[in-house]
Each structure stands twice: as structure tokens, then as C-alpha cells.
């Protein structure tokens, strides 16, 4: 089974500066999806990024973006020029990619993150 | 945009009571998702269902059923409701092979 791994229960970081959440996962398979989600204290979740692991180019989203280390397993989010409305809940998420699997998804437990002004 | 759509977004029932949670979705996917959350455990899945009357267990189904008569909306049922189910629980709906969307949530007390 795979499992995902956030080792930041919280984070902080100042308005305007860039900070990285980190995430690792287990998985013996080769084509899947990663995801990095947010959930504001509103409580919806919000999908912020996604990586298809067969591509080798990070993914970007206008100020975020991450870091992709296929044989690492490895796959961190950086948010540049941090603010106040990135203050959320992060969760990292798994996705196979096999057939047949309905695509449900293994979530990390989360990455609490403070913006200071 | 997408809308996904839970019936409450805060509910609060007895012990032993049986209680339903609905959502609906409003773009025609196949894929349904329901999820509790839980400080410092994450999002732990425990129903899917990717067509109408079709049902998988996720990883915690137990004290728990669902049901989908209509592709739009999944029903959770806690049969007969305990204290450990006091939770916020998500409802999340995809289409084929593509991110999945999710509804505010219910947080459910249960007393």
C-alpha cells in the first residue's frame, strides 16, 4: 500500500518570503499522480498543484511550485512570496494511475502553515 | 465551476442514532469520494463509488455504509452512531482520471 509522509506539522513563514513544505511517499509503482492540496480555515479543500510522475519537468502554478525527485520520492512545495491568504492546511496527496484503481487518493496528514505579517 | 454540495455543515446526534450525511455534485462525475479528517491523522478514506450503485471500501469502512441511487448524489449512513465518530467528514466528487473536488464539509458531534 502506499503511504505519504509530511514531516512539518507546522510551518511559518513572513509575508513575502518563500517557504518549503516537504513531502515523501512510498509507492512501488511507476505511473501515478502527486498533489498538493489546500485547506483554508473556510475548510475547503482546494487543489493547489499536481505532478504526473512520468513527466520530468516540475510543475508551477504562478507562485507555487515544486520539486520532484522521482527516485527520492520526494515532493515539496514552494510557495514564493508568501501571503496572508496562504495560510492553510497543506496536505500532500497520492494518486495511482493504474486501471481500474477509481483514482482514490492517499493523503499525508498534513502541513499547518502560519503567514506572518 | 464545480459544486460540490453537503447537506450541513455542522450536525450533531445521539448515540446510537442512525444518521445520513448527502452530497451532491453537480457536473456529472463518475467518481464519488467520502473522507474523515481527524487532527493529525489526515484525510483517511472511507467510501467510494465510481458509478451509480457501485460501492468500494476504503480504508476505515467500518460503523459505516453508503448509498448512490443517483450519479449525482452519495449518501454516507453511520448505522448506529458512537462517540469515535465524532469527525469532520468530506465528500469529494471526480471525473474519469482527473482531480477530485471537494464539498465545506460536515463537522458531526456525536453525544
Known amino acids: 500500500a502506499q503511504t505519504v509522509t509530511q514531516s512539518q506539522p507546522e510551518m511559518s513563514v513572513q509575508e513575502a518570503e518563500t517557504v518549503t513544505l516537504s513531502c515523501t511517499y512510498d509507492?512501488?509503482?511507476?505511473?501515478?499522480?502527486l498533489f498538493w492540496y489546500k485547506q483554508p480555515p473556510s475548510r475547503q479543500m482546494i487543489l493547489v498543484i499536481r505532478?504526473?510522475?512520468?513527466?520530468?519537468q516540475n510543475a508551477t502554478e504562478n507562485r507555487f511550485s515544486v520539486n520532484f525527485q522521482k527516485a527520492a520520492k520526494s515532493f515539496s512545495l514552494k510557495i514564493s512570496d508568501s501571503q496572508l491568504g496562504d495560510a492553510a492546511m497543506y496536505f500532500c496527496?497520492?494518486?495511482?494511475?493504474?486501471?481500474?484503481?477509481?483514482?482514490?487518493?492517499?493523503f499525508g496528514k498534513g502541513t499547518l502553515l502560519t503567514v506572518n505579517p | 465551476d464545480v459544486k460540490v454540495t453537503q447537506s450541513s455543515r455542522y450536525l450533531v446526534k445521539r448515540t446510537g442514532e442512525k444518521v445520513f450525511l448527502e452530497c451532491v455534485q453537480d457536473?456529472?462525475?463518475?467518481?464519488m469520494f467520502w473522507y474523515r479528517q481527524d487532527p493529525g491523522l489526515g484525510l483517511r478514506l472511507i467510501y467510494f463509488?465510481?458509478?451509480?450503485?457501485?460501492?468500494e471500501k476504503g480504508d476505515i469502512p467500518e460503523g459505516y455504509s453508503v448509498s448512490r441511487e443517483k450519479k449525482e448524489r452519495f449518501s454516507l449512513i453511520l448505522e448506529s452512531a458512537s462517540t469515535n465518530q465524532t469527525s469532520m467528514y468530506l465528500c469529494?466528487?471526480?471525473?474519469?482520471?482527473?482531480?477530485?473536488?471537494f464539498g465545506d464539509g460536515t463537522r458531526l458531534s456525536i453525544l
Open positions: 469529494a466528487s471526480s471525473p474519469w482520471n482527473q482531480p477530485q473536488h
Open positions: 509507492t512501488s509503482e511507476s505511473d501515478y499522480y
Open positions: 505532478q504526473e510522475a512520468y513527466k520530468q
Open positions: 496527496a497520492y494518486r495511482t494511475d493504474l486501471r481500474g484503481s477509481n483514482y482514490k487518493l492517499t
Open positions: 457536473m456529472d462525475h463518475e467518481n
Open positions: 463509488s465510481y458509478d451509480v450503485k457501485m460501492k
